[in-house]
């Protein structure tokens, strides 16, 4: 579908054409005209789908074609989790306004309290926030809500998850009258306190699922590796590195110590690189985001602070040296690449401390993963068996009893049950470390 057949104003139409967007993606197709009804809307879409100009345009139609209901207050207000999505989400919107006579602001926590509070002493339009700082300009009196027409949560889950009900409880309070249409958009529409929060903001609102966040991007390559121990991740990373051919990469680790130590050990072999943790403050991180975003440097090595609302198309390759502790988030990192309908390529590393977490991925997603290996670099680990359980006594009529089974069993092999399938896969055959010990004889 193209965006003319959206009924936008053609100044956006015009905007987006010079943006050079003609199709719109399955959730804009959706989002946008169920938004302009002016209905409130529920939506779930995963990352990399064009959920923010889904949001973005309807806002932006809403306040070409309709009256102010406050000369002073904000009209749209978008809510971001962290600083980073709040920052892409402004750079798109200040593109979107550019044709048009409404200006915008940010409002980040970590940045000049007193600057932001002239700012929105100039009465801006629309708003795009983080929640907990915007809250603060609120107790101050810095700017209302009462007129607000718009109100926007872009990964509501998110938001919970990092605990900012509180904040929300109050955004909504200052904002409560009929007249608001709030949008909440979320990774996924099974989140228990996603759809008790939203019982509280939305009214009766129209619910959108494009695609379940479980499922794996068509457009990326999803590949997984055995690991020894920690020299032998970084010998698979090296070889990684010499062998893909990649324009930028993305290295999520678990740890912020291992963010320094892994950017200073790329960098001996002779590759550029960043470190990004959250133990630096909001200038360090900006500057960092903003070298990588624009070329300077080949690799980024982060935590999971990046895994959400970073952007940037020359990313081709995401390589997870450690598997997150939430399934989830693996959807999310991966999902740095393969942007905007270009293909990427995925990595993980999994060791024994990552089997647990594995596993759980593999539940998450609910298919068997395969597994690769690099010539010359094959591991001995190929995953822990999962202990049989012992046959329980039959009770039915007709059946042995449990004695006489256990007697009948005397010298035949019992099979064991394993967390993975023996089969060939790539490079590494899925065959198993240790075998099972026979059961002892009564």
């Known amino acids: 579908m193209h965006f003319s057949e959206l009924a ?33 809307l529920l939506a779930s879409s995963r990352t990399g789908s064009g959920k923010t100009l889904a949001y973005l345009l309807p806002a932006m139609q809403r306040l070409l074609k309709n009256k102010a209901l406050s000369k002073r207050d904000p009209r749209v207000l978008v809510l971001a989790p962290t600083r980073e999505l709040a920052k892409q989400v402004y750079g798109q919107l200040r593109l979107v306004v550019a044709n048009t006579p409404y200006h915008s602001e940010l409002i980040l926590g970590g940045e000049d309290f007193n600057q932001q509070s002239k700012a929105l002493a100039k009465d801006p339009h629309l708003v795009v926030a983080t929640p907990g700082r915007l809250v603060d300009h609120l107790e101050h009196g810095h700017f209302y809500l009462h007129g607000l027409e718009m109100l926007i949560l872009d990964e509501a889950d998110r ?85 893909q051919d990649f324009s930028q990469l993305i290295l999520f680790t678990a740890t912020r110590s ?33 070298a990588f975003s624009a070329g300077k440097a080949q690799i980024l090595i982060t935590t999971d602070v990046a895994s959400r609302g970073l952007d940037i198309a020359r990313v081709s390759h995401v390589v997870n040296f450690d598997l997150p502790k939430h399934a989830e988030e693996y959807v999310h990192r991966v999902g740095r690449t393969g942007r905007a309908g270009a293909k990427g390529d995925a990595f993980s ?49 007709g059946k042995p009893a449990a004695g006489k089974a256990r007697a009948a069993s005397k010298g035949k092999k019992v099979k064991k049950k394993f967390a993975f399938k023996l089969t060939e896969v790539g490079d590494a055959p899925m065959t198993i470390k240790r075998k099972p010990k026979a059961e002892p004889e009564e």
């Open 8 to 40: 936008l104003d053609r100044r956006l139409l015009a905007t987006v054409a010079h943006l050079g967007f003609n199709q719109a993606t399955e959730i804009q197709q959706q989002a946008i005209p169920a938004a302009m009804t002016g209905r409130d």
């Open 159 to 243: 938001m919970l998850d990092l605990g900012f009900a509180k904040e929300l409880n109050a955004i909504h309070k200052a904002a409560d009258h009929r007249k608001r249409q709030t949008l909440m958009f979320s990774a996924t529409l099974d989140h228990a306190q996603v759809n008790e929060f939203g019982a509280k903001l939305l009214q009766s609102p129209t619910r959108i699922r494009i695609d379940a966040e479980a499922q794996i991007h068509a457009d990326i390559h999803h590949r997984f590796l055995f690991a020894d121990h920690l020299d032998h991740k970084e010998a698979l990373l090296k070889a990684l590195l010499e062998k």
């Open 258 to 290: 291992d963010t320094e130590r892994l950017s200073s050990l790329v960098q001996q072999w002779g590759y550029s690189s960043l470190a990004l943790s959250g133990e630096l403050n909001q200038s360090g991180r900006n500057q960092i985001m903003q």
């Open 349 to 397: 590393l999994v060791g024994p401390k990552d089997w647990v977490n594995y596993k759980k991925l593999e539940g998450f997603l609910d298919q068997t993963l395969a597994f690769e290996a690099i010539p010359g670099l094959e591991a001995e680990f190929k995953g822990f068996a999962i202990k049989a359980n012992k046959p329980k006594p039959a009770s039915k009529k």
